[in-house]
C-alpha cells in the first residue's frame, strides 16, 4: 500500500490535555507520520477535537459561555499547543462541523435502510436534582459484573464491560452526586450491533498486523457477545436526529450519542481537509475511489479500543457502502502519575501547556516516545523523565554533536575536511550504522516505539564509541588524514542523526540539520546505502550549535515534585 492514512483519538474538548493523553495517540501518530513523509510516502495525518456530549454544555455553563463559543475557543487552543509541541496533523478539524454532521445523518440513515437501527423505548436514568436525563458518563455506581464501585454509565474502568446506566447497582448522577433519581421512559434509536457479530468477528479475525492488546479487547467484546447500543440521547448541543435537514418525528430534542458520531468525524475532518486544500477524501475514505491502495492506521489508548473495534467499525461495515476500513490499530496502556491518575480538579500532573512552560517540546516527546506505555500502564515519574533527558538526549546525542563540531572548528577550519581514506574502523562502523537502522525502520514501520527509541539512541552511543577509539585529537598531532577521515566521518554521522531523529525531536533534529548544511533534508536514509557516512560535500562550512539540550537539575525536580503533585483525593 502506497499511501498513508492516520487518525488519532480525538481529544475532548473540555480542557487542556495531559501528558498521558499526548503519549497514548496524538504524540506516536505524529512520530509514524512524520517517518512515512520522510519515506517519501504520501501521508494523511487527521485529527480532531471531540465537542459533543453533556461534558461540553456542563463546561460552558461554568465558563458562563455558549457552547459553541466555548467549543470554538477550546478548539483553537487545543490546536496551537499541538503545534507547539509539532504534532504535524494535516487537519486537525471539529467534530461540531457541518461535515460531521451531513454525514453522521447520512451514515444513520443508510443503516436504518439496512435493517441495523430500530427505535426503542427505552429506560434512562433522570436525576430530579439536575432536572435532565443523564448521559452515560455522568452516571456512576457499582459495576454488575465485577462490584467495582466508580464503573460509568458505559463502561467499567475496573473489568472493561461495556454498560448501559440502568445496569449499574446503586446509581448515583456525577453532576450533583444526588441519588435523587430514578428510570424514565425514553424513546431511542439502537445500532442493532448483535446482528454484525459474525461480520465483525471475520473482520477482526483478519486484522493480523494489531497489538496483542487491540486484539485480545475485541474478542472480549466478541465473546461476551455484542450488545445493541443506544445512538441518541436526550440533549440539545451535538448533531441533531434529522435526514435530509427534516428532524425525526419525536426526536427534535434529541441528538446522536457522542461515541456515534465522534469517530465519524474521522473520515468528516478529511472532508474539512479537502474543502480546505482542494483534495481528494473519497480517494482516502471509499474504496470505490482509490482507498484500496490506503493503509489505515488507527492510534488510541486502551479505553477507546471497544468503541473503535466494535461499533464504528459495525456502522461503517453495516452501511453497505465502500468505506475504508483501519488496517493496524495501535492501543497503548495508560501513562499514570506515580502510579496514580492525573487529575485536573485536585492539580496532579503536567498538562501539556504547562509541560511546554517548563520545557522544550523535544525533551518531552522523547522522553514520552522512550517510555511509551505498550506493554503495560506506566507512571511518569521525575526521575525517569530528568535520566531520560541528561543521559540520552544531553550525555549521548548533546555531547556527540557539540564536541566533534566545535574540534572541528578549532582544529580543522570549520569545514568539512578532505583527505585520507576510511580505514577498518570506519567499515565496522558503517556495517553497525547500518543494522541499527535497519532495525529502527523495522521497529517505526512496526509501531514498535520504545524499541524504536533504543535503536535510536544506540545509533548516537555508536557515534560517541567511535570517537573514543578513534581519538581525532590525538590523531591530529601527527597525521591530519587520519584526523580528517575521523572528523568527517562523525559530521556524517552528525547530518545522519539529523535525519533518523527528525521523527522523534523535530525541533532539535532541525537545529542538527541546519549546522551542518542540512536544513530541510529529512528523507530517511536507506540501511543498505554504503555511502551513509560520507555523503556531505568536502570543504561546506559546518559549525557548533548552541548547547542543545540543557541538564534537569536535582533541585528543578524537587521543586516540580512539589508543584505538581497536587492536593489529596
Not at 512524520?34 to 510516502?41: I, K
Not at 499514570?336 to 500532573?349: D, E, L, Y
Not at 531520560?388 to 575536511?417: M, Q, W
Not at 525531536?505 to 557516512?533: K, N, Q
Request: net charge negative; charged share 25%.
Amino acid at each position: 500500500m502506497s499511501r498513508i492514512l492516520i487518525t488519532s483519538a480525538l481529544p475532548y474538548i473540555n480542557g487542556i490535555k495531559h501528558l498521558g493523553n499526548l503519549a497514548g495517540s496524538m504524540l506516536p501518530a505524529d512520530v509514524f507520520a512524520r517517518f512515512q513523509r520522510a519515506q517519501g510516502r504520501e501521508t494523511l495525518f487527521i485529527c480532531a477535537t471531540d465537542e459533543h456530549g453533556t461534558p461540553a454544555e456542563l463546561a460552558a455553563a461554568a465558563a458562563g459561555q455558549d457552547v459553541a463559543d466555548y467549543c470554538a475557543e477550546q478548539h483553537q487552543l487545543q490546536k496551537d499547543i499541538a503545534l507547539r509541541f509539532g504534532l504535524s496533523f494535516d487537519w486537525f478539524g471539529r467534530s461540531s462541523s457541518p461535515q460531521n454532521r451531513d454525514l453522521t445523518q447520512h451514515l444513520a440513515s443508510v443503516l436504518e435502510a439496512q435493517g441495523l437501527i430500530e427505535e426503542r423505548v427505552d429506560q434512562m436514568i433522570y436525576s430530579l436534582a439536575d432536572k435532565r436525563f443523564l448521559p452515560d458518563r455522568y452516571v456512576e455506581g457499582t459495576c454488575p459484573k465485577c462490584s467495582f464501585e466508580k464503573a460509568r454509565g458505559d463502561q467499567c474502568d475496573g473489568c472493561g464491560a461495556l454498560l448501559d446506566p440502568t445496569d449499574l447497582i446503586n446509581p448515583y448522577s456525577t453532576i450533583s452526586g444526588s441519588r435523587d433519581i430514578e428510570v424514565r421512559d425514553t424513546r431511542h434509536l439502537y445500532l442493532l450491533q448483535s446482528k454484525m457479530q459474525d461480520r465483525l468477528r471475520t473482520w477482526i479475525d483478519g486484522r493480523k498486523d494489531w497489538p496483542q492488546l487491540a486484539k485480545s479487547i475485541a474478542n472480549k467484546h466478541l465473546d461476551e457477545g455484542l450488545i445493541d447500543r443506544g445512538i441518541t440521547r436526550d440533549l440539545v448541543w451535538g448533531v441533531p436526529v434529522a435526514h435530509d435537514g427534516v428532524a425525526r418525528p419525536g426526536f427534535e430534542n434529541k441528538v446522536f450519542y457522542v461515541w456515534f458520531d465522534a469517530p465519524i468525524e474521522y473520515i468528516a475532518a478529511t472532508q474539512e481537509w479537502a474543502d480546505a486544500t482542494g483534495g481528494d477524501w473519497k480517494g482516502w475514505w471509499r474504496t470505490d475511489a482509490g482507498a484500496d491502495d490506503v493503509r489505515y492506521v488507527e492510534f488510541m489508548g486502551k479505553d477507546n479500543v471497544a468503541f473503535h473495534t466494535v461499533s464504528f467499525p459495525a456502522t461503517l461495515l453495516g452501511s453497505g457502502e465502500p468505506w475504508k476500513l483501519v488496517d493496524q490499530l495501535k492501543a497503548f496502556n495508560w501513562l499514570n502519575w506515580h502510579g496514580g491518575k492525573f487529575s485536573t480538579s485536585n492539580r496532579r500532573g503536567v498538562f501539556m501547556d504547562a509541560a511546554l512552560d517548563l520545557l522544550p517540546p523535544d525533551l518531552w516527546r522523547w522522553y514520552l516516545i522512550a517510555n511509551a506505555p505498550e506493554g503495560s500502564d506506566t507512571a511518569f515519574t521525575w526521575e525517569q523523565f530528568q535520566s531520560a533527558v541528561n543521559r540520552d538526549l544531553a550525555d549521548v546525542l548533546g555531547n556527540f554533536v557539540n564536541r566533534i563540531l566545535k574540534f572541528n572548528e578549532t582544529k580543522l577550519d570549520g569545514t568539512v575536511p578532505d583527505g585520507g581514506e576510511p580505514g577498518e574502523l570506519e567499515i565496522a562502523l558503517l556495517a553497525s550504522v547500518q543494522e541499527k537502522i535497519a532495525s529502527l525502520t523495522e521497529n517505526l514501520e512496526a509501531l514498535e516505539y520504545r524499541k524504536a527509541a533504543q535503536d535510536l539512541r544506540a545509533l548516537w552511543v555508536a557515534g560517541n564509541e567511535y570517537l573514543q577509539v578513534a581519538a581525532p585529537w590525538t590523531a591530529i598531532k601527527t597525521d591530519r588524514d587520519r584526523a580528517a577521515v575521523v572528523v568527517r566521518t562523525a559530521i556524517n554521522l552528525v547530518a545522519l542523526y539529523a535525519r533518523l531523529s527528525s521523527p522523534f525531536i523535530p525541533f532539535s533534529a532541525a537545529i542538527i540539520a541546519e549546522a551542518v548544511g542540512e536544513a530541510g533534508v529529512t528523507a530517511w536514509p536507506l540501511a543498505s546505502d554504503a555511502g551513509l557516512l560520507d555523503s556531505l560535500p568536502r570543504g561546506r562550512t559546518v559549525r557548533a550549535p548552541e548547547v542543545l539540550f540543557k541538564k534537569i537539575e536535582d533541585d528543578q525536580v524537587a521543586e516540580w515534585t512539589k508543584q505538581f503533585d497536587g492536593v489529596e483525593e
